[in-house]
């Protein structure tokens, strides 16, 4: 059984903080790359950022780029997305996802797409008001 849940999620005023958690069990335990989408009502899923397990290269989306960091703790098999200088457009449904496929690709390759996710978490709601 593959398990992602997320944590963190909340209401904050641009300009503030969250931190975005996700605890991987399961199936999940041996995955490649784990990486962090969001999607707004109406709106494709978009890629924020993902990360490699063994080494911890990562790869961002332009938007978040210097606002946003993603970490990951390999002994408590969870992910971690630390939301700086948070603007009413990072308003959204932030979800985690596990990539199983161990391809050696680099991160800024093939993890921006969806297709390279096998395993999602149910999402938490992320809302910065203006």
């Known amino acids: 059984q593959a398990q992602l849940v997320e944590s963190g999620g909340g209401l904050v005023q641009a300009g503030g903080s969250l931190r975005l958690s996700c605890a991987a069990s399961?199936?999940?335990?041996?995955?490649?790359?784990m990486g962090w989408f969001r999607q707004t009502p109406g709106k494709e899923r978009e890629f924020v950022a993902a990360?490699?397990?063994?080494?911890?290269?990562?790869y961002y989306a332009d938007s978040v780029k210097g606002r946003f960091t993603i970490s990951r703790d390999n002994a408590k098999n969870s992910v971690y997305l630390q939301m700086d200088t948070l603007k009413p457009e990072d308003t959204a449904v932030y979800y985690c996802a596990a990539a199983m496929r161990h391809t050696g690709a680099a991160m800024d390759s093939i993890y921006r797409f969806l297709k390279a996710y096998d395993y999602w978490g149910q999402g938490t709601q992320v809302t910065v008001s203006s």
């Open positions: 990360i490699r397990w063994s080494d911890g290269s990562t």
């Open positions: 399961g199936r999940t335990l041996s995955s490649y790359a």
